[in-house]
């Protein structure tokens, strides 16, 4: 048989694993930090109307510039950040904020230019940057999971990065960040300022969105995403704010009609019905602080969380604990540093037979 090593690969690719968070079919996942509530009736009514109107005209490309769909996507986002003062042309869109990231590391990284991140943090960074041929730097986050804004910024100007990754609230540890840190790095950072907002709807109210450090700095990019709280994961639609001129560097790299016209109409019926699909994350926020207390009550370790998952442990065999929750048909997520284990929060039903079966595992 054939194996990749046999092909004439990258070099700097063979070796490499693939991005592999299990899917595996279980009455209760809870590894990859969806919505656990599905489209109502009525959505799902709106979204095959929307899917059939642009069917009669699927031998067409799409509008290449998503331009209807932007404006839908910023006028969320005012209303999200009050005073965002975003327009269609701060708003670029595509297929998962994966595909925003990478288009984002094809225009301002490449071969001979760097990525400084601070791990513990979203496991796909590192994996885009490689894929885009550029360097990636951990730089640690503090033993907390926090960032100390002191050492965020030497380790800026240690390694003179061409991006930079901030990821708040941060996966897998669920810890915001605060702003003033956000705008120690950039005010140090020589290069593009990326801070991947893909859990923003989940933060504690009072947190601040860094869309409010837009005005003025055109090397901020925010990223968010509609796979989480927005409950579309299986749309993949990503987006990101930035200055106008971070939107016109990504139509260099971006493939001409990268957003299906069914993509684009999906986007924008899921938006129209905003406070529907956002009507959870309340319900959400509830089960996640509650999950946290009996977590601390059991007597693990559990981190601060602004986001719909909880990093607890520590384990001195996580895999066994993992296999053991599995057995029972709860999928959780081994990542993170050695010892901790994720688990996304569900439905009271699905955090129930979670509780039952971490009790029942040790
Ligand atoms: C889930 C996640 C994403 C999302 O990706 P999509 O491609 O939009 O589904 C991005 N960043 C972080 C930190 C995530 O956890």
């Known amino acids: 048989m054939t194996s990749l090593n046999d092909l004439p690969i990258r070099d700097d690719l063979r070796g490499r694993e693939p ?12 590894n990859t930090n969806e919505n656990p ?13 929307a899917v059939a109107d642009v069917a009669g005209g699927l031998n067409r490309y799409p509008d290449r510039d998503a331009m209807a769909l932007r404006e839908d996507l910023a006028a969320f986002l005012n209303g999200d950040t009050p005073g965002a003062g975003l327009t269609a042309r701060h708003v670029w869109a595509a ?68 991006v930079v990754f901030l990821t708040s609230p941060n996966n897998p540890t ?38 409010t450090l ?3 700095r055109p090397r901020l990019i925010v990223t968010r995403t509609m796979s989480k709280a927005f409950a579309m994961a299986g749309t993949r639609l990503g987006y990101l704010a930035a200055d106008p001129a971070v ?38 926020r509830r089960e996640r602080d509650d999950l946290v207390a009996w977590l601390r009550g059991e007597g693990f370790e559990v981190a601060d969380s602004d986001a719909n998952f909880v990093l607890f442990g520590r384990f001195p065999d996580r895999d066994r604990v993992w296999r053991a929750l599995l057995g029972k048909g709860v999928l959780i997520r081994q990542v993170g540093p050695p010892g901790w284990l994720r688990v996304s929060v569900g439905t009271p039903e699905e955090m129930a037979a979670f509780r039952n079966a971490i009790k029942e595992s040790l």
């Open 19 to 30: 991005y592999g968070a299990p899917q595996l079919d279980v009455p209760v996942a809870l």
């Open 37 to 49: 509530y599905p489209p109502s009736d009525r959505l799902v009514k709106a979204l095959a109307e």
């Open 95 to 162: 297929n998962g904020s994966n595909e925003i990231l990478l288009q984002i590391l094809q225009a301002f990284g490449g071969p001979g230019r760097s990525v400084v991140g601070f791990e513990p943090s979203y496991s796909m960074h590192p994996i885009i940057t490689r894929v885009s041929g550029t360097r990636w730097i951990d730089a640690r986050r503090d033993e907390d999971f926090g960032l100390d804004p002191g050492r965020a910024v030497a380790a800026v100007e240690e390694h003179r990065p061409d």
């Open 174 to 211: 669920g810890t915001a960040l605060p702003l003033e840190t956000i705008e120690a790095v950039l005010a140090a950072a020589p290069g593009m300022v990326v801070v991947d907002e893909a859990y923003a709807e989940f933060r504690r109210a009072g947190t601040p969105s860094a869309l």
């Open 214 to 216: 837009l005005p003025g």
């Open 247 to 284: 939107v016109d560097a990504l139509q260099l790299v971006r493939m001409p009609y990268h957003l299906s016209a069914v993509t684009q109409a999906v986007a924008r019926t899921a938006i129209a019905h905003e406070a529907d699909l956002l009507s959870t994350v309340g319900m959400l």
